[in-house]
Structure formats: structure tokens, C-alpha cells
């Protein structure tokens, strides 16, 4: 309770103030808000932008992405199966 007294005194000094925001730790910190503020909402407003993108498609289009997507995974999966581990291809695959 007196910390927080205290602290709000101190906060409400313009002096104080002053030269907290003169300060590297503080400019930096500032900096460092804005930029992820920024990128938060550049972030925001593309992923509005492909959610309005995919809501203008044709009734059908999602849907056939999405169908294309599990037949090329089923694929896939039933090929790595068939094939077992020692033939795969890729990123995992061992020389």
C-alpha cells in the first residue's frame, strides 16, 4: 500500500517523467512497444484481408481446397506406409 503511494507520487512528478523518457532503457523500451504494436496490427490486417479474400471465392472454391488437401494427405500418408521408413523422401530422410 505505501509502495504504491509512493510510486504514484513519483509517476505524477512531470520532472520525474521527464527524464525517464530521456533515458535509453525507457526510449527502448518504447521502441520495442511500437514496433510490436505495429507488427500485431499489419499481422491483423492481412489475415482480414485473406478472410475477406476467401469469403468473396465462389460458394465451392473452399470446398474444394479443402478436399484437395485431405486427398493429398491421404496420399501422402498411405504412400509413407507402403513405402515404411527407410523410403522416405525429404527433410527427414536419411542418406
Request: charged fraction near 30%; hydrophobic fraction near 40%.
Amino acid at each position: 500500500m505505501v509502495f504504491r503511494r509512493l510510486l504514484a507520487a513519483l509517476l505524477h512528478n512531470p520532472q520525474l517523467v521527464e527524464r525517464l523518457s530521456e533515458s535509453r532503457p525507457i526510449r527502448r523500451a518504447a521502441q520495442l512497444t511500437a514496433f510490436a504494436l505495429l507488427q500485431l496490427q499489419l499481422r491483423g490486417h492481412d489475415a482480414a484481408r485473406r478472410l475477406r479474400a476467401l469469403a468473396d471465392q465462389p460458394p465451392g472454391a473452399l470446398r474444394r481446397r479443402i478436399v484437395r488437401f485431405k486427398d493429398t494427405f491421404t496420399e501422402e500418408l498411405r504412400r509413407g506406409v507402403r513405402d515404411g521408413p527407410g523410403q522416405q523422401k525429404g527433410p527427414g530422410a536419411k542418406a
